[in-house]
C-alpha cells in the first residue's frame, strides 16, 4: 500500500522513497510512499520527476499509486520532485471550486453536480437547466468576498457515518477525508488544497453554456484568473485603439457600427434586387423567342454562388414563356428558373439531369439548382437542359 504523503501535506515539494515494485521496462514505478496526486475527482495529476526522471502521469490503483516515466529508473531509493508551479495552480482551481460551489448553495440554493480542472480553464455542472448571469455574477462577488477574508482551509478524517453538514453525501464507508472552509464549506475530498481562502487568489467566471440539461459554468482562480484578465485587457486596448475609442466605450462604439453596417446592407440589397429587377426585364426584352415561343437565356459566372443569379433568373422569369439558366463554374453549379406558363416544371427535369451525373439538389416547379461532382458533369447537364428546351440556349456573361 502506497502512503499518500499529499493528504497530510500540499505543500511537499520533494521527498525520499523506496521503489517496491515496477514494470519490466523500468518504466512504471511502484514507490513505498509518494507526494505525487494521481488523476481523481476532475484534478489531473501531478508531475515532476523522480531521479531526475520526469513523471507523466500517476495513476491510482486502489491500494497503491504508479508512476510512468519518461525513461527506466533503476535505483533502489530515489529523490523525488513535484512540479510546484503545476501542483500550486491546481490547488488554487480546486479550492476555488470548493469556494465557488459553497457560495452557489448556501446563498443561490444551486448545487454542484461535477467538477473538471483542465489545463487553461475549470469548469462545474450544476444541477440546474439554466442559470441568470446576475446570478453568477454574484456569486463570483460572494466568492471574491470570501477570498478577501482569508478564511482558513483545513483537513480532518472523520468516520463517514458521523460526518455532518457535508455539501454533498458521500457514498464511501470508513473514514472521509474533510476540506473544510471555515463557516462556508464541508466536503468529502482526497484532493489537493491551499490552506486559506486567500492562496486562492482571484476567482474569475466566464463562460456559461447547457450540457445534457444541466448548466456549466467556466471559471478560473489564483494566477489563470490574472493572466486571462490580462489577456482579455490587452485585447479589448487593441479592439478600442482601432476605433479610436477609449476602451469602456467600445462596446456602445461597435454596436453603433454593426447596427449602421446593417442598415447598408438592407440598402445594398435593396439596390442590388431592384437591379436584376431591370437587368432582368432588359435581357427578357432582348431575348429573341424560340419557335414555341419561350424566351431562354444561359448565364455563366466563373465563380461565386448561385444567390448572385438568383434575383436575375427570378426577374427575368417573372416575364411569361420564360427559361433561365444559371452556371457557376467552380464550384460547379447550376439553377433552372422558368415561367409558370413555360411548360417546363424546373425541379423535376433539373434533379433527372443531375441524378444521370451524381449531382445534388431540387427545389419547386419554377426555380432549382443543383451542384455538380466536376466541371465536365456541369457541362453535360447545361447541353441537356438546353436540348430539353428545344434549342441551343442564348450565352451571355453576368
Keep these: 500500500m502506497t502512503e499518500r504523503l499529499y493528504y497530510s501535506d500540499s505543500y511537499l515539494r520533494e521527498f525520499r522513497a523506496r521503489v517496491v515494485d515496477r514494470a519490466v521496462d523500468g518504466t512504471l514505478v511502484y514507490l513505498d510512499r509518494t507526494a505525487f496526486y494521481p488523476t481523481s475527482g476532475g484534478q489531473p495529476h501531478d508531475t515532476g520527476a523522480i531521479s531526475g526522471t520526469p513523471v507523466v502521469e500517476v495513476l491510482d490503483e486502489e491500494d497503491r499509486i504508479a508512476h510512468r516515466l519518461e525513461s527506466p529508473v533503476e535505483a533502489a531509493e530515489v529523490e523525488c520532485r513535484i512540479d510546484w508551479e503545476r501542483r500550486f495552480d491546481h490547488m488554487q482551481q480546486h479550492s476555488g471550486q470548493h469556494l465557488l460551489s459553497a457560495v452557489l448553495l448556501s446563498f443561490f440554493g444551486i448545487h454542484t453536480a461535477s467538477f473538471h480542472l483542465g489545463r487553461e480553464i475549470s469548469t462545474i455542472d450544476l444541477e440546474v437547466p439554466a442559470v441568470d448571469p446576475a446570478t453568477l455574477a454574484a456569486a463570483e462577488w460572494r466568492a471574491n468576498q470570501a477570498v478577501f477574508e482569508n478564511l482558513p482551509i483545513t483537513v480532518s478524517y ?3 457515518a458521523t460526518a455532518a453538514a457535508l455539501r454533498k453525501p458521500s457514498e464511501r464507508d470508513g473514514v ?8 462556508l464549506d464541508r466536503s468529502a475530498c482526497g484532493g489537493t488544497h491551499v490552506r486559506s481562502t486567500a492562496e486562492i487568489g482571484p476567482i474569475l467566471v466566464r463562460r456559461l453554456e447547457k450540457i445534457r440539461g444541466m448548466a456549466r459554468v467556466e471559471f478560473l482562480c489564483g494566477g489563470r484568473a490574472v493572466r486571462r484578465a490580462r489577456a482579455d485587457y490587452e485585447a479589448l486596448s487593441r479592439i478600442a485603439q482601432n476605433l479610436s475609442a477609449a476602451p469602456d466605450d467600445a462596446p456602445a462604439v461597435i454596436a453603433a457600427q454593426m447596427e449602421a453596417a446593417r442598415a447598408g446592407d438592407r440598402a445594398r440589397r435593396k439596390l442590388e434586387a431592384e437591379l436584376a429587377r431591370y437587368q432582368g426585364r432588359e435581357l427578357y426584352d432582348t431575348a429573341a423567342p424560340g419557335v ?5 437565356v444561359l448565364r455563366r459566372l466563373p465563380a461565386g454562388s448561385l444567390e448572385e443569379l438568383r434575383g436575375l433568373a427570378q426577374s427575368f422569369t417573372a416575364q411569361p414563356r420564360a427559361l433561365f439558366v444559371g452556371a457557376i463554374q467552380q464550384p460547379p453549379a447550376v439553377l433552372l428558373a422558368v415561367s409558370m406558363d413555360s411548360g417546363t416544371d424546373a425541379g423535376k427535369t433539373l434533379k433527372a439531369a443531375l441524378a444521370r451525373e451524381n449531382g ?3 427545389g419547386s416547379a419554377v426555380m432549382a439548382q443543383g451542384s ?5 458533369a456541369l457541362e453535360r447537364v447545361l447541353r441537356e437542359l438546353a436540348a430539353d428546351a428545344g434549342e441551343s440556349a442564348a450565352t451571355g456573361q453576368a
Design 372 to 376: 455538380l461532382p466536376s466541371p465536365e
Design 158 to 160: 472523520e468516520d463517514a
Design 292 to 296: 414555341d415561343g419561350i424566351r431562354r
Design 360 to 362: 445534388r439538389g431540387g
Design 176 to 183: 472521509l477525508r474533510v476540506v473544510s472552509i471555515a463557516g
